[in-house]
C-alpha cells in the first residue's frame, strides 16, 4: 500500500475538494491509503464528513488564514505523526505549506496545479509566483489537470522545468445506473415532465461561473421552447442571482436547486448541460456529464475545449447570452443529435476520464 497524504486550502464545496472525496472511493482498489489535511476548520462543510465514512483520516490545522503561519508548524507535525510515502498538495497555500513539511524528510512532494491564474492584480501575482518557485524547488512532480494549464504554466514561468510538469487530466468514478423510478422523481422535482427537457448548471455561485449569462441566454428562449435550467450550487453569488431570475420573470424557467450531493444522479436525469464559465481550468461538472452519457454546452475558455467539442457538445463564445440560448434551442430541437453527442461523450469518458484511468 502507496501512503498518500492529500493537503488543500479547504473541504468546502469546490472542484478540487470534491475530486479528494472521488479519489478516497477509489484508492482502495488501487492500493492507495489515503489522509487528508484541510489548512482551514472544517465548519460545516459535508466533505471532511464524507471522508471520514469513507475510512480516510481527516485532520484540520484549524488556520485562522490560508496564509496563517503557524501553519509551517502544524502541518510539519501532522505530517510526521502520519509517515506517508507522498504528500501531495493542491493549490498554492498548501504547496508553500507542504514544501516546508517535507523539507529534509524522506517524503516526496507532489502538486497538483488546479487553476489558470493568468487576470491577478499585483498582490495576487507575489502570492501566484511564489508558489511556482517553492514548487520548483521541492515537487518531484507538478501535475496540470489540462493541456491548457501546462501550456499557461510553462510559459507564464519559463524557470519552470518542463519534463516535470505532466498533464493528469482530472477523473471522477464511473457513476451507477439510476432507475426510471429515480430519474422520474428527480425531473419532477423541478417541474419537469417526459415533454421537457432538464438543462442543469453545476458550479459554485461566483464570480465568473457564468450564471449570469445564462440567466440572460434564459430571458431570451422562446416559451415555448420546454426548458428548465437548474442551477445546482450555492455560494456567495446566490442571494444576487435569485434577485435577478425574480427581476427577470424567470423563475418557472430557471430553478435554485443549492448545494446537492446527489450530482450523478441529478444528470442522469438531464437532457444536456450547460457551463458557461469565463475561465476554468478544466470543469469536474462536464467530466461528470461526460460520464452520465449527456452532451454539454461549454465556453471556449482554458481546459472546456478539451471535454467538449464538435463530437461531445456544443462550444460557445464566453459571456454571450444570444449565443448560449441559440445553442440550447439548438439542442433542445435535435433528440436525435443529442443522443449521439451523449454516447461519443461517454466513449471519451471511459477513454480519458473514467477514475481507474484517472487515479
Known amino acids: 500500500m502507496a501512503r498518500v497524504c492529500h493537503v488543500i486550502h479547504e473541504l468546502g464545496p469546490g472542484g478540487a475538494e470534491k475530486l479528494l472525496v472521488d479519489a478516497a472511493r477509489l ?17 460545516d462543510h459535508p466533505y471532511p464528513r464524507v471522508l471520514a465514512e469513507l475510512g480516510v483520516p481527516v485532520h484540520s490545522l484549524d488556520l485562522s488564514s490560508r496564509w496563517d503561519l503557524r501553519g509551517r508548524r502544524r502541518l510539519r507535525s501532522i505530517v510526521q505523526d502520519i509517515g506517508p510515502d507522498v504528500l501531495h498538495t493542491h493549490l498554492k497555500h498548501a504547496d508553500l505549506l507542504g514544501a516546508h513539511a517535507v523539507r529534509g524528510l524522506d517524503i516526496a512532494h507532489v502538486s497538483t496545479l488546479h487553476v489558470i491564474e493568468d487576470a491577478v492584480g499585483p498582490a495576487a501575482r507575489m502570492k501566484r509566483d511564489a508558489g511556482a518557485r517553492v514548487r520548483e524547488r521541492s515537487a518531484l ?7 491548457a494549464v501546462r501550456r499557461w504554466y510553462l510559459e507564464t514561468f519559463p524557470f519552470v522545468a518542463a519534463e516535470r510538469v505532466v498533464v493528469v487530466r482530472n477523473g471522477v468514478p464511473a457513476p451507477e445506473p ?43 428562449i422562446a416559451s415555448e421552447v420546454p426548458v428548465t435550467f437548474v442551477l445546482a450550487g450555492s ?15 424567470l423563475a418557472d424557467r430557471v430553478r435554485f436547486a443549492g448545494f446537492r450531493s446527489d450530482i450523478p444522479d441529478l444528470l442522469a436525469a438531464a437532457d444536456f448541460v ?8 478544466l470543469p469536474t461538472a462536464l467530466v461528470q456529464a461526460a460520464a ?4 454539454s454546452i461549454g465556453t471556449k475558455v482554458g481546459g472546456v475545449p478539451e471535454v467538449v467539442d464538435a463530437e461531445t457538445g456544443i462550444m460557445v463564445p464566453v459571456a454571450d447570452p444570444p449565443a448560449l440560448a441559440a445553442a440550447t434551442v439548438e439542442l433542445a430541437s435535435d433528440p436525435d443529435r443529442r443522443r449521439w453527442l451523449g454516447k461519443r461523450a461517454r466513449e471519451r469518458f471511459d477513454e480519458q476520464y473514467e477514475g481507474g484511468v484517472w487515479i
Open 27 to 43: 484508492a482502495p482498489d488501487v492500493g492507495i491509503e489515503l489522509s487528508v489535511i484541510s489548512l482551514m476548520p472544517f465548519g
Open 292 to 295: 452520465a452519457g449527456i452532451p
Open 274 to 281: 450547460v457551463h458557461p464559465t469565463h475561465a476554468d481550468a
Open 178 to 220: 439510476i432507475s426510471e423510478e429515480r430519474r422520474v422523481a428527480l425531473r419532477a422535482e423541478f417541474g419537469v415532465g417526459d415533454d421537457g427537457l432538464l438543462v442543469p448548471m453545476v458550479a459554485l455561485m461566483r464570480p465568473g461561473k457564468g450564471h449570469e449569462d445564462l440567466i440572460a441566454a434564459a430571458g431570451l
Open 141 to 147: 512532480c507538478t501535475i496540470a489537470v489540462s493541456e
Open 235 to 249: 455560494g456567495s453569488e446566490e442571494a444576487r442571482l435569485r434577485e435577478t431570475v425574480d427581476a427577470a420573470a
